[in-house]
């Protein structure tokens, strides 16, 4: 887990991309408001998730808004989500 990702966050949900090196957490914070990072692995770094943006300084008020909120930031993710559905 990133240290981006406070350990006292809940994650609820963990979307890869179809190559597995991309990944957003969407997490519920002890307040109740929910988040969301978004993270790449890469050879050369061992297969860490590394964060790469800093959307998780962002609160919304439902797990919903939250994955709204990172389907319209994150290029790759509303693909990933509809693969998901099917």
Not at 1 to 18: G, T
Not at 23 to 38: A, K
């Amino acid at each position: 887990m990133s240290s981006r990702i406070d350990k006292s966050w809940v994650v609820l949900n963990s979307i890869e991309n179809d190559q597995h090196d991309r990944c957003v957490d969407l997490f519920r914070r002890p307040d109740g408001s929910f988040g969301f990072e978004e993270f790449r692995r890469d050879v050369e770094d061992a297969g860490v998730w590394t964060p790469v943006a800093y959307y998780s300084r962002a609160a919304y008020a439902s797990n919903e808004a939250t994955l709204d909120a990172a389907v319209a930031r994150v290029v790759w993710l509303g693909e990933a989500v509809k693969s998901r559905r099917k």
